[in-house]
């Protein structure tokens, strides 16, 4: 069943704040004055659409506080610039670290929102020399832009992906040095990390973000967890999501409540040693 509502509010993500941070994340507020495992990422963590996101899901098996700390379309330069976030996140006894895409975070070509990374800000004087045949006041989010930049010139383009590849790496790495306790990078997509040859698909999410990239990041963190849609999840689209007549397009781009589920199994099983706890039967 597909819950499909009027309104943009279709589902009420009981918007709260952490600490002194401007930034809104799901609710309902979990408590952080004791344990609990913390979970970074982006739109799939938060659980757009999701009534139970896998943050939930993994709560219950664990009886221990998820705080789910997801951003929609997040890339690594929103925790860097909210040190509060990382601080708290730093306490959890373990977190949870998605793995988003690449395209989302300042460098020498472009700058985006600092809450907000999805938002292109603008173009520096590099890119526009780079593509003095694209008009950049006509972008307002960055894998518009760069499809855009792929359309016109696939050779300039790669000029542009090496330095958001190089500069992920990095942000990913600092990001990760912030967070002393147990890690567990999370592969959450349709298709494994693909090969650097293939890493220019600006189809596929995580976008331009490769198995070197990602191997570069493992020896910081605990494990490595990918956790691809089975055939059930494939086939059951957006059945269970929650969204209005005109995000229809925009649910079916996310993982629904049963690729969720399967997150959450796994991520429970490889959590409940980290944390000392003992995973409970699923309900699903």
């Keep these: ?37 913390a979970c970074l990422g982006g739109s799939e963590t938060y ?8 943050a939930d899901l993994v709560e219950g098996m664990l009886d221990m506080p998820v705080v789910n ?9 929103v925790y860097l610039a909210e040190e509060g976030v990382t601080a708290l996140a730093a306490r ?4 949870v670290v998605q793995i988003c895409g690449a395209q989302n975070l300042t460098n020498r070509y472009y700058a985006v929102h600092p809450r907000r990374n999805d938002r292109f800000l603008g173009a520096t004087a590099l890119l526009r020399s780079l593509f003095r045949d694209i008009d950049f006041t006509e972008f307002s989010f960055t894998r518009h832009m760069l499809t855009s930049l792929q ?18 790496v990095a942000r990913m790495r600092l ?9 567990v990078l999370l592969w959450m997509a349709d298709v494994p990390p693909p090969s650097p040859a293939r890493r220019a698909d600006l189809t596929h999410a995580p976008l331009l973000v490769d198995a ?18 089975s055939a059930e999840a494939r086939a059951a689209g957006t ?3 929650a969204f209005g007549p005109l995000e229809g397009p925009a649910a079916a781009n996310l993982p629904g409540p049963r690729h969720h589920a399967e997150v959450a199994a796994r991520l429970a099983a490889v959590l409940a040693p980290l944390v000392g706890g003992v995973t409970k039967p699923s309900s699903g």
């Design 175 to 183: 990001l990760l040095s912030r967070l002393p306790g147990p890690v």
């Design 151 to 168: 359309a016109a010139s696939p050779d300039r383009f790669e000029v542009v992906a090496e330095e958001l590849r190089a500069a992920w």
């Design 69 to 77: 700390l997801g951003c929609a379309n997040a890339g690594p330069d």
């Design 92 to 95: 959890a006894r373990a977190v």
């Design 1 to 37: 069943m597909v819950y499909a509502f009027p309104g943009a509010g279709a589902l009420d993500y009981f918007a709260c704040h952490y600490g002194t941070s401007r930034l809104l994340f799901r609710g309902p507020q979990r408590p952080t004055d004791g344990d609990f495992i």
């Design 212 to 229: 070197e990239m990602v191997a570069a990041l493992k020896p910081q963190a605990a494990t490595l967890l990918e956790v691809l849609p």
């Design 239 to 241: 059945e269970g999501m």
């Design 47 to 54: 659980g757009k659409y999701i009534p139970q996101p896998f």
